[in-house]
């Protein structure tokens, strides 16, 4: 008698806003690599591995605009004499 344990598979993620995520697969692990757009910050965690149980661990990411790059954009007034 064989028995065999199959793993879950984890659900299909999304790519955050202003960012991507890549999945890839070695052997029997599976991670989740968030990157996130120029001038846009991530918040959460940047990996991610598909449990046994058929969820990924951490935090699902998000990106966020850079204080920088919001403080770049803003048009500073011209002062006229």
């Known amino acids: 008698m064989y028995i065999f344990f199959l793993e879950a598979p ?8 202003q960012g991507n995520v890549t999945v890839t697969t070695y052997g029997a ?16 965690d940047t990996v991610r591995t598909c449990q046994s ?6 935090v699902e990411p998000s990106c966020g605009k850079r204080l920088l790059a919001l403080l770049e954009t803003r048009t ?6």
């Open 10 to 17: 984890c659900p299909v993620l999304t790519n955050p806003y």
């Open 53 to 58: 149980t058929g969820s990924w661990s951490g």
């Open 76 to 81: 500073t007034p011209k002062l006229t004499l």
């Open 29 to 44: 692990v599976t991670t989740a690599t968030y990157t996130c757009d120029a001038n846009f910050t991530m918040s959460g």
